[in-house]
């Protein structure tokens, strides 16, 4: 098997970018996980087949604005734990950088910020949803 250096520098730069821990991408039986904790780079074939959740991909392309993206696959959710107040809410106005929510992936809590200052306009994710990566999860004015 061949290991493409590109991707894997671009799985690497995503973890900075996005304040990671932890990412993971899988392109049909290849696997590539990437993490600040660990020296190096895990690659291995695997016979798990991931098949999307269409409704999960579904963006409301309709609205307008700054899209804040998830910058991994995971579950969301909207606060630091279960009953505590929630990141931020409609209408709430949000700097770059400020953490909108937390996308949980292999019980690693990544916490995503804000790409720019704003007002935020539609939260499109539920606490609890599964996400995708790229999937738009908030739009900011």
Known sequence: MKIDKK????????LKDFNL???EYQDGQTKIKVSKASKGVES????AVVSPNKSVLKN??????????SP??????LAPEPG??????IGDKIKK?????????MKTMNHVPSTSDGEVKK?????GQPVEFGQTLVILN
């Open 72 to 77: 991994i696959i995971g579950t969301a959710y």
């Open 123 to 127: 939260i499109l994710v539920e606490d």
């Open 7 to 14: 991707l894997i520098k671009e799985l690497v730069d995503h």
């Open 97 to 105: 950088g400020q953490t909108v929510m937390i996308v949980e992936a």
């Open 60 to 69: 409301s392309e309709d609205s307008e604005g700054i899209r804040i993206k």
């Open 21 to 23: 821990t932890e990412l």
């Open 44 to 47: 291995f074939k695997t016979g």
């Open 84 to 89: 505590a107040k929630k990141f931020i809410k």
